[in-house]
């Protein structure tokens, strides 16, 4: 199995900018995740979905931040306007049914997002 | 306010020894507990998770939990260079999937 991409690994961008990072999950798991990890923070939830469904958007820190799941192997975490303190390392994981596997979190690489 | 601690370290052990890596948290309902490891630049990939009081032990790592005491644990026996990341510790408390709650993680550097 190729794991959960992510794109772009890396994205530098200004102040005032659209940023939108994707994400496809493994295929046949129910649950993705997006988190987004600073060294003051550590790694946060933002949002996760079941079956496409968002289920707890209460990590989101604000309106600039959107996350979409048109279909099962696709997803889109967008940020309008980016600000600095947007600059992370955002995750995009995702999970096998919740009846199997004790909860077990699979991690992308990893998009890695500095605003200047 | 849910919350996961963990000591930042840096811990430093010598090649050979045990490290003992701990958590706390703040909910007594939690359900699982998972350690991750992240090497630098990396993603977080699970090592164990253990729901039952007591040990587990997979290999070189043993889990310990004590829900009374509300803490967990992660040892690492005859430790090697390449176990030289940071070890988060993850905390569900039950009901939906999503609430794994992570700690800022703890840094192990094992020295040859």
């Known amino acids: 199995d190729a794991g959960v991409i992510q794109s772009p690994r890396h994205e530098v961008t200004e102040m005032g900018q659209e940023v939108t990072l994707r994400c496809k999950p493994i295929?046949?798991?129910?649950?993705l995740f997006w988190y987004r990890q600073t060294m003051m923070r550590g790694l946060e939830l933002l949002i996760y979905?079941?079956?496409?469904?968002?289920?707890?958007d209460s990590g989101m820190p604000e309106d600039r931040f959107s996350a979409k799941m048109p279909n099962a192997s696709f997803s889109t975490l967008k940020i309008q306007p980016s600000e600095p303190r947007d600059s992370a390392v955002y995750f995009c994981?995702?999970?096998?049914?919740?009846?199997?596997?004790?909860?077990?979190?699979?991690f992308g690489e990893g998009s890695w997002l500095t605003v200047v | 306010q849910k919350e996961v601690e963990q000591n930042s370290g840096p811990l430093s052990v010598p090649e050979g020894a045990i490290a003992s890596l701990n958590c706390t948290y703040s909910?007594?309902?939690?359900?699982?507990f998972f350690w991750y490891r992240q090497y630098s630049g990396k993603s977080p990939e699970l090592i164990m998770f253990i729901y039952s009081n007591g040990d587990k032990e997979d290999g070189r790592f043993t889990a310990q939990l004590n829900k009374a005491s509300q803490y967990v644990s992660l040892l690492i026996r005859d430790s090697q260079p390449s176990d030289s990341a940071t070890y988060l510790c993850?905390?569900?408390?039950?009901?939906?999937?999503?609430?794994?709650?992570f700690g800022k993680g703890t840094k192990l550097s094992v020295k040859p």
């Open positions: 295929s046949g798991h129910d649950y």
């Open positions: 979905f079941n079956n496409n469904v968002p289920i707890d």
């Open positions: 909910d007594r309902g939690s359900q699982s």
């Open positions: 993850a905390v569900n408390y039950g009901g939906s999937q999503g609430n794994l709650i």
């Open positions: 994981a995702s999970s096998p049914d919740r009846a199997s596997s004790g909860n077990t979190i699979y």
